[in-house]
């Protein structure tokens, strides 16, 4: 076909230059070098003369052949460079994404444990590779519990003590170290356990290694943050609750103590009918003393958590004799009302605690709803519960109080004079020893409602006496 074609063999060459460049820009160097050189092969035995034989290549088309391999070459490398972009470019999308998905990983993980955790599990993904998380605590790093490598402490903070200011990732032998950097301050160390060698990193890699310690450390100091704030607001609030403690109690010592002060100075130049009624006063000075004492230090004893409950089989009708008892003065001006039906099972409580409970509960609906008030003691059974409500029909609680009833300090805004508003927060430390609890509602029909409860246990009689 060659011979049959009327042409010049010069331009024919340009036709195959063409197919050269084509084929340059589609396949690797390669390839594209062994076609310039069969082309010219080729465009040599058909077409220069004498043809269906290989002559010897002129000027021209030693020029011509030269421009083959030249744009051959260039081609390709321009094929090369085109596609290492694009895949780069593509990387780069990928970390991004990457990043993305971590960050959002790390927003949802509040806990120190849960951004170790989210850490390891996303490195692990993102590198195909086992780490470690080491984190300062002030004193020197610490490796972190949950890491998926288990990697010798000792030798690993001597690894990093050598570059402890480096930003850039550190490869050595098959570990990679980076370094998690926040706000100019070292967070800690991300170690991975690479699975190719450390020359195999491109920049663009270690860039990736370094936005996800930034993300990391930018977590770390979220949480370092907010541990923070947290610890300043409650140390905020104890000093509140210890200067509500302090005003709260001298208000209430002065009292009982001016009393005390008044009697004692009267008493020498007292009659006998006047005898009487201050030493009635010192006894009600002294008992509000003695029960402002008692509650403070139950209080102490439930923060603190000494208060161990001495289990036993209770008879409720007998506790609620006691309290009935303890709040005579009272049933002068209210009523008392005890529902307990005579088959009511024991209860496996400290008596003497559940006592306490129930009486600050009933001594505070006495104290705070208008005289002839009725208070209801009813004792119930439910699934795996057994407890007693007590019930009044006063004003109840204000909303925004019945939210934080059971706090330490807290008093509604129409408890009168007198309290620390320490009762309801002894009422549930001491249900909370026995492994109960006190819960509130407010009455439909207005009152206020307390269930105390503790778990039930079937009663188990002690066995007859041999002897």
């Known amino acids: 076909m060659g011979q049959a074609l009327p042409l010049d063999y010069r331009p024919l060459g340009h036709l195959y230059l063409l197919a050269v460049i084509?084929?340059?820009?589609?396949?690797?160097?390669?390839?594209?070098?062994?076609?310039?050189?069969?082309?010219?092969?080729?465009?040599?035995?058909?077409?220069?003369?004498?043809?269906?034989?290989?002559?010897v290549v002129d000027l021209d088309g030693s020029l011509l052949l030269g421009t083959y391999l030249f744009s051959a070459v260039l081609g390709s490398q321009l094929t090369a460079r085109i596609q290492e972009e694009r895949h780069s470019q593509e990387n780069r999308e990928q970390q991004a994404r990457s990043l993305l998905d971590l960050a959002e990983a790390l927003s949802q993980a509040h806990a120190l444990e849960d951004i170790v955790k989210t850490t390891v599990k996303k490195t692990d993904d993102l590198f195909?590779?086992?780490?470690?998380?080491?984190?300062?605590?002030?004193?020197?790093?610490?490796?972190?519990?949950g890491s998926s490598l288990d990697i010798d402490e000792k030798t690993s903070v001597a690894v990093l003590r050598e570059h402890p200011f480096a930003f850039a990732p550190y490869f050595r032998e098959q570990y990679a170290y980076v370094n998690l950097n926040s706000s100019g301050e070292s967070a800690g160390v991300l170690v991975l356990?690479?699975?190719?060698?450390?020359?195999?990193?491109?920049?663009?890699?270690?860039?990736?290694?370094?936005?996800?310690?930034?993300?990391?450390?930018?977590?770390?100091?979220?949480?370092?943050?907010?541990?923070?704030?947290?610890?300043?607001?409650?140390?905020?609030?104890?000093?509140?609750?210890?200067?509500?403690?302090?005003?709260?109690?001298?208000?209430?010592?002065?009292?009982?103590?001016?009393?005390?002060?008044?009697?004692?100075?009267?008493?020498?130049?007292?009659?006998?009918?006047?005898?009487?009624?201050?030493?009635?006063?010192?006894?009600?000075?002294?008992?509000?003393?003695?029960?402002?004492?008692?509650?403070?230090?139950?209080?102490?004893?439930?923060?603190?958590?000494?208060?161990?409950?001495?289990?036993?089989?209770?008879?409720?009708?007998d506790v609620v004799f006691a309290v009935r008892r303890s709040v005579e003065p009272f049933l002068s001006q209210h009523t008392l009302i005890a529902e307990i039906p005579e088959n009511f099972p024991f209860v496996f409580a400290d008596c003497h605690l559940l006592q306490e409970a129930i009486y600050n509960l009933v001594n505070n609906a006495m104290r705070h709803t208008p005289p002839g008030s009725r208070v209801r003691l009813k004792a119930?059974?439910?699934?795996?519960?057994?407890?007693?409500?007590?019930?009044?029909?006063?004003?109840?609680?204000?909303?925004?109080?019945?939210?934080?009833?059971?706090?330490?300090?807290?008093?509604?805004?129409?408890?009168?004079?007198?309290?620390?508003?320490?009762?309801?927060?002894?009422?549930?430390?001491?249900?909370?020893?026995?492994?109960?609890?006190?819960?509130?509602?407010?009455?439909?029909?207005?009152?206020?409602?307390?269930?105390?409860?503790?778990?039930r246990k079937p009663f188990e009689p002690l066995p007859p006496d041999e002897s």
Not at 128 to 133: M, P, V
Not at 246 to 273: I, M, Q
């Open 128 to 145: 195909s590779a086992r780490s470690a998380l080491f984190l300062s605590d002030g004193k020197g790093l610490r490796w972190q519990a």
């Open 193 to 317: 356990m690479i699975r190719k060698p450390p020359s195999s990193f491109r920049t663009i890699d270690q860039a990736f290694m370094q936005g996800v310690a930034a993300q990391i450390a930018l977590a770390l100091e979220r949480e370092r943050v907010q541990r923070q704030t947290h610890r300043e607001a409650l140390f905020a609030e104890s000093e509140k609750m210890h200067r509500v403690l302090l005003n709260s109690v001298s208000h209430e010592l002065k009292t009982p103590l001016a009393v005390l002060r008044t009697a004692a100075e009267k008493l020498p130049n007292s009659d006998a009918a006047r005898s009487d009624v201050l030493h009635r006063e010192i006894r009600v000075a002294m008992t509000r003393l003695d029960g402002l004492v008692a509650n403070l230090l139950t209080q102490s004893r439930i923060q603190s958590g000494r208060l161990e409950a001495e289990f036993d089989w209770c008879d409720l009708r």
């Open 22 to 55: 084509v084929i340059s820009l589609r396949t690797p160097l390669r390839y594209a070098i062994s076609t310039a050189l069969l082309s010219a092969i080729a465009w040599d035995y058909i077409f220069i003369p004498p043809k269906m034989s290989f002559a």
């Open 380 to 455: 119930w059974e439910s699934g795996e519960r057994v407890g007693i409500t007590v019930e009044d029909n006063g004003p109840g609680l204000e909303a925004d109080y019945a939210r934080d009833v059971f706090l330490p300090f807290r008093r509604g805004k129409a408890a009168g004079a007198g309290g620390v508003g320490l009762g309801l927060s002894i009422v549930h430390g001491l249900m909370l020893s026995q492994r109960g609890g006190a819960e509130y509602t407010h009455a439909p029909g207005g009152g206020a409602i307390f269930k105390l409860w503790i778990p």
